[in-house]
């Protein structure tokens, strides 16, 4: 991925605005767009490898039924 295609898009809908507004908007958006992507950082949680390769223990059977759910 080039640096262009990461960059955000801007797309005029509406009026006509003078090269100083768009330059005044690509300015305020581009910072504001840099500083929320230096700003998030998602924390990840610490997993050591054995939990990552240990399968989850499964509950215990319960003794109180009986085989096959019938009791008589």
């Given at each position: ?49 054995w939990?990552r ?11 109180d ?8």
């Open positions: 991925m080039t640096e262009h295609e990461d960059a955000p898009r801007i797309e005029i809908i509406r009026g006509n605005p003078t090269e100083e507004e768009l330059a005044a908007l690509l300015a305020v958006v581009s910072d504001a767009y840099t500083r929320e992507t230096d700003e998030a950082v998602a924390d990840e949680p610490h997993v050591s490898v939990e390769t240990q399968r989850g223990l499964r509950k215990p059977l319960r003794r039924i009986p085989w096959g759910r019938f009791s008589g």
